[in-house]
Every structure is written in structure tokens, then in C-alpha cells.
């Protein structure tokens, strides 16, 4: 998984980070921040930390509002394992979104994470549910773009727009490597974001501005700046949040990046790993954006 970068924002007048007495409710995005036209996210719209691990406490709170929205599809995924069957191969798992429910279900499943803390989170989720749940998780900290499998699987998942984390060039041998180690029968599920080449040139920044819903007595809110590069087939998202709570008002900015899809090219790297596409799905998200599922078999 990618791990954003976490650093402080300079001093802005508007919203003062020395401590204060009190602080008001955020109503709306801090005028310290001009969002350029910004609107709010769609609740199915992802603008990119789906696919970077929580650096630290605070983080997970953002990390947790923009997943959200996508719980749905641990049940469209779910329903795909009961087709298939077990073991789960669960590529870039994060802090086990799919995995731990995976295991409470019955199945058995490697979580596969770069990021040792995300997979430290996923292990004690397991043992706070039960032996019988965390005997069925097994953990590898392996980067995707050079991953080595050492057994088979009935049912590989790159979920949460994985696919997007790995770079152009590595992705060819992540397929294949998946695909060598399916099952007969087996099958690769991933979703990705699809964008209109011509919207992108079009308006190669956006902007999005949404509160982050918090339990725990702090008011957030976030601007996500998406900065799209054609050049490199790249996608930087900027995250400038606000945090105010009883004393102080503390301002962070988060960072990742990520590549975008070419839908034609990732199915030809399909094909030439030995996958077929065997279903499509896909909903649009705007005028130039839509969410796409594709469920891979191999070849006979």
C-alpha cells in the first residue's frame, strides 16, 4: 500500500493554530483553505486514500470516512468467496476491511500488506473476535508490485481500487503471478476507477470539500485536491483537514498517489497473464467517471 506523507501545513491567520479558549462547531470548509469550486464528494466517490494505510491514530478517522461509503461491496465480495470457495488471497488488506469479515465467515485468508502496522491491527481485530477467527488469518507484509506467492487460492481480491496502487510497469508481473497461483476454477476480482480520457485533459484538478465524522470530541473538516498528469498516467491527492477541538486547532495535510487505470491496457495485461474476463460491472460515478468491477478466470 502506498503510506501518505503527514506534515504540517504553515501558519495561516484565518484559522490560527496557537491554543484558544473554545472552539465553534466546523459548519463548513475553513476559509484558510480556498477550494477553487469545491462540492461536496459523492458518498460512492473515492478521491484516493483508499489506497494508503492510516499513518497514524488520527489519520485512521479520514482513512475510516472515505471507506465508508464502499462497505457495500464486502458483501458483493463476500457473495463472490461463497461461490468460490476458500483460501482468500486479499491483496493490499489494509487493516483487515475484508479479511476479518472474510475469516468470521468461515474462510481462510492471507491478508497481503506492505504496511506492518496496518497488518498488526488486522492480527489483533482477529484475536479480539476469537481463536477460531484469527486462526483463520495468516499475514504477509510483501510489497504488490513484488509479490511472491507460495500457495494456491480459490479467490484473489485486489479491492478498494488496489489495482491503481501499483505502478504501470510492475503490474504485467503482479497479474501473472496471480493468475499462476489460482486454483482451477478459481478467480481474480478487482475494481478500479475509470476516467474519461477527454474529462481529464479537460479539468485535470478537482477539488472536494466534506466533513469527516468523528466520535471522539473533535471537529474535522477536509478538502481533497485530485492533481490527474496524462503524461505519466498519474493521479496526486492532496488532503488539507482541520482539526478542531476544546483548546486548540491543529491543521494537517496528507498526500498520495496513485496511477490511472487505462481500462483496454489493464484488460490486455489480463489477457496476457492467462485471465479472461468472465463478468463486468460498472456504475457511473459523474459525466466522466465511472466505478468498475471485473471478475478474472483463468484461461483453460
Wanted: charged share 25%.
Amino acid at each position: 500500500m502506498h503510506t501518505p506523507s503527514g506534515t504540517f501545513l504553515p501558519v495561516m491567520p484565518v484559522v490560527p493554530t496557537a491554543p484558544t479558549t473554545h472552539a465553534a462547531p466546523l459548519a463548513a470548509p475553513p476559509a484558510a483553505y480556498p477550494t477553487g469550486g469545491a462540492v461536496p464528494a459523492p458518498a460512492d466517490f473515492l478521491p484516493g486514500l483508499e489506497s494508503t494505510a492510516p499513518a497514524d491514530e488520527d489519520a485512521v478517522w479520514l482513512h475510516d470516512a472515505l471507506l465508508g461509503p464502499h462497505s457495500a461491496d464486502i458483501v458483493r465480495y463476500l457473495s463472490l468467496a461463497r461461490r468460490c470457495g476458500g483460501p482468500v488471497l486479499d491483496l493490499g488488506c489494509g487493516s483487515g476491511r475484508l479479511a476479518v469479515p472474510f475469516a468470521r465467515q468461515g474462510f481462510s485468508v492471507e491478508a497481503v500488506d506492505r504496511d506492518a502496522d496496518c497488518l498488526e491491527r488486522l492480527r489483533a481485530w482477529g484475536r479480539r473476535i476469537g481463536p477460531q477467527v484469527a486462526r483463520r488469518l495468516v499475514t504477509t507484509r510483501a510489497d504488490l508490485a513484488e509479490l511472491r506467492l507460495r500457495r494456491t487460492y480459490r479467490l484473489a481480491l485486489l479491492a478498494g481500487t488496489m489495482i491503481a496502487a501499483v505502478p504501470p510497469p510492475a503490474r504485467p508481473g503482479l497479474l501473472r503471478e496471480i493468475a499462476a497461483h489460482l486454483e482451477p476454477g478459481g478467480a481474480l476480482a478487482l475494481d478500479f476507477t475509470a476516467h474519461r480520457r477527454q474529462g481529464l485533459s479537460e479539468e485535470p484538478v478537482r477539488t472536494w470539500a466534506f466533513p469527516v465524522p468523528r466520535f471522539d470530541g473533535i471537529e474535522e473538516w477536509a478538502v481533497a485536491r485530485q492533481v490527474f498528469d496524462l503524461d505519466d498516467m498519474s493521479e496526486r491527492v492532496s488532503y488539507h483537514c482541520v482539526r478542531t477541538g476544546k483548546l486548540s486547532t491543529e491543521r494537517v495535510v496528507r498526500t498520495t498517489r496513485k496511477w490511472i487505470v487505462d481500462a483496454e491496457r489493464l484488460e490486455a495485461e489480463l489477457r496476457a497473464a492467462g485471465l479472461r474476463v468472465d463478468h463486468r460491472g460498472h456504475h457511473r460515478v459523474d459525466e466522466r467517471t465511472e466505478s468498475v468491477l471485473l471478475v478474472c478466470r483463468a484461461r483453460a
